[in-house]
């Protein structure tokens, strides 16, 4: 294995469940409770489930429909709160900068540090007790938020570390042991095998990360192509030398998909978009950021390879737009032969817009038990004033004090009124265009 640390001095920090647990931390009436962050209106995609939402099978990336399905009543479902997530996140990135010069933010819950260029104990146990360290002082300093932390001799190993024993947990490898650890695991733990990649690798067998390093290169090159196939050799031999960029700034979010054998069915075709789309929407709320480019990558039969995109007047981050927008360039594409490959992707990044996430609003009250209600459109139609609120959105109000959204509908909104340091509070009915009723910044969870 060449081109690799001998230090396990690269660590990988992953928050856990980051957006609910934000919203588990400012409303203590949801802590151990389900909960789903995301778009709440009938188009809506999960951004994150609690870990007690997981439990039903609610996942990123699925719709809101399905996991309203999935989950029992008394499941909370929220709309994002991007200016709590960024504070929180902020202060995490802090107490990273802490440890190096070199901190590499890969999305709001997730970075790479490079350790070597701090002075840091590199041996097992020195690293073992930085990154408990690390992880006592980021609860402490977030009002109860947690991350998994992995630490590695690279870039690859220290992210799969992390995802070994999550919620909470802390993994290092030692130099010398990632094929052990790496081997055992199932060949999705790698970067860049999504399912049709997996797909066609159990067709031959290859289920593990251990099965793939016995494939040649030769091999798994004509399997999954050139260049994706010696990236998956390297990996499976815990190659990597990827350096830990701190000025890293993604210019475009995408994703694309190669198929098995040649689609041709407009139904099949039109799920695949809609998965794609949802892939890059949440990869953008999760980053923060929203594009004005969608862009469409098509291979054809003969291998030929075209791109068509459109630019838009405004950002956009919801998976369901960006899903229009590439289905309307992929009716302008000749898909008579067959597609071997779709990629749908978003350019002309900037900083999110937390109007381009919502839906259209519900006008039904919802009952007391389930967090659902109206959502702020993304461009409202001219008329009269319509005051609407959404599912967790922070408020005040100069008697009853700081709360949030429980649901709203019929001209009326349910809050409860609490935060991150009392007790569960109290749910009061007002008059959604009660003028004492305001929107408010996210509280203060510091001691």
Known sequence: MEGVRREPSVLHLDLDAFFAAVEQRDKPSLRGRPVVVGGTGGRGVVSTASYEARAFGARSAMSTIEARRLCP??????????????????VVMALLRELSPLVEPVSIDEAYVDLAAGEHDLSVPGVTALAADLKARIAV???????????????????????????????????????????????????????????????????????????SLVDLTSLVGQAHGAGLYRLARADDDRPVVTDREAKSVSAEETFARDLTDPARLAAEIEALATRVGSRLQRSGTSGRTVTLKVRRYDFSTLTRSQTLAHAVDDPRQIAEIAHRLLGAVD????????????????????????????????????????????????????????????????????????????????VRFEGPRTTPGPVRTLAADDPDLQPADPPDWTP
């Open 141 to 215: 300093a977030t009002g109860g938020v947690t991350g998994s932390v992995g630490i590695g001799t690279s870039k690859a190993v220290a992210k799969i570390g992390s995802e070994l024993d999550k919620p909470d947990g802390l993994t290092v490898v030692p130099p010398g042991q990632e094929l052990a650890v790496l081997h055992p695991l199932p060949v999705r733990a790698l970067g860049g095998v999504g399912p049709a990649t997996a797909e066609r690798l159990a067709q031959i067998g290859v289920k593990t990360i251990g099965d793939l390093h016995r494939l």
């Open 73 to 90: 009543a008394g499941t909370a479902f929220l709309g994002t709160r991007f200016a709590a997530y960024k504070r929180t996140s902020e």
């Open 335 to 414: 898909r008579s032969g067959g597609l071997r490959l779709l990629g749908v992707g978003v350019s002309g990044l900037s900083p999110y817009a937390q109007g381009d996430l919502f839906a259209e609003p519900s006008e039904v009250v919802q009952p007391v038990e389930v967090v659902e209600a109206a959502e702020p459109p993304a461009d409202p139609a001219p008329g009269p004033a319509v005051v609407l609120w959404y599912p967790g959105q922070d408020v005040v109000h100069p008697e009853l004090g700081s709360g949030w959204v429980w649901g709203s509908g019929l001209n009326r909104v349910t």
